[in-house]
């Protein structure tokens, strides 16, 4: 099951580019898919996380976290 991230407010376009990021959490071994929206040249947004993942800002972007694990995951 996925649910919407709901980061940042943006105007989805047809020239949005758009990919999977495929997730594991290093701790538990909890895979994901993710879905990703480029909204400028350096700046990436999840648009789409998978139910036991969350996605936290910091100083220099968003990245995904195990909900269970509280720990950065990896693509």
């Excluded at 099951?1 to 495929?22: N, V």
């Excluded at 959490?25 to 898919?33: I, S, V």
């Excluded at 999840?46 to 990245?63: A, D, L, M």
Aim: glycine letters at 8%; a neutral charge; charged letters at 20%.
């Amino acid at each position: 099951m996925l649910r919407r991230a709901g980061i940042g407010a943006h105007t989805q376009s047809m020239t949005d580019a758009r990919w999977i990021e495929h997730l594991r959490c290093p701790n538990c071994g909890k895979t994901g898919q993710a879905e990703l929206v480029e909204v400028s040249q350096f700046n990436n947004r999840f648009e789409i996380v998978p139910i036991g993942f969350k996605v936290i800002t910091e100083q220099y972007g968003s990245n995904p976290y195990c909900e269970t694990c509280n720990v950065p995951v990896v693509p």
